[in-house]
């Protein structure tokens, strides 16, 4: 390296890829520390498998890597270079969920660990600016307000597991391959300021959404009532050839003789049904929506998965 250039802080753009959930996850299975170890360490590797020029690992952080960007790359022009970093950002959202699938259809393990490798998530954090490069000792360190930043970034008021944040000099500076949503937001810190950011979920959902996809009890419940109420009444309401528990082609005899049935056991069925639409609302709604991650999405939030 040039000493000269080794001096003088560069221009570059500076990308932390974090694994959401690490703590809570590696806490939560220190009794298989060896298992949830391994996880995280096969996903650390596969987001490093998808790095290319001109995009650079820093340093590994426990559960995160450090990428760099030099804007004059030898390599690669700017024009191009942001082209391909818009890309590669969107690509890491998918992969990962891939990885996270693959990783739970192989094991046959039942510890904690291995069964709850679906609540790891990914968060890319952006932000372009400036970077001293300087070694210590065999190691290349960046050093700098804006490498102070993008660390900060990391503790954010996003209300989501899984996220691209950027921060206006990073959006300015990359090109994605698609159209995506961004949501305007923003983060203060000490020392520093107000900082502006920009939002993509990769669900496709706005990020001020986020605090209310968990539906409250009362709403749970009310759901489940008015779906077990349209299935037991339909005799009433259904017209010929639509209630799917008579056949089409029953007479009118057979639908008053079924509805008749219904009339008589709905005081002993009701309290019954009450009982099972009230558990119902009463389960965790993260264990209702489990199906989803299994699932890999894509950016623009359908499922890839066929179905």
Known sequence: MDPQRE???EAVMLIIADISGYTRYM??????LSH??????ELIKSIINQIELPLEVAKLEGDAVFL??????PAKPWPEAKQMIGANLLTLFRMFSQKINELSRSTHCHCNACASIGSLRLKLVVHSGQALFHRVYNFLEL????????????KNSVEADQYLLLTEAARNDLEFPEQIHLTLGAESYEDIGKIKTLIYLPGGQPAAAAASTEPSFT???GRSWKLFCKLWFAPFVSRAGQFRNISSRTGAIGRIG?????VLLTPLYVPVGTLFVLIHALRNPDKLHRHDEGHVHKTDGSCSCGR
Not at 27 to 32: E, S
């Open 7 to 9: 001096n003088a802080p």
């Open 27 to 32: 806490t939560a299975n220190a009794k298989t």
């Open 36 to 41: 949830s170890q391994a996880i995280i360490t």
């Open 68 to 73: 760099f960007c030099r804007k004059q790359h």
């Open 143 to 154: 050093a700098g307000v804006d490498v102070i930043i993008v660390h900060r970034l990391l």
């Open 219 to 221: 709403s749970r419940f």
């Open 258 to 262: 079924f509805a008749t049935l219904t």
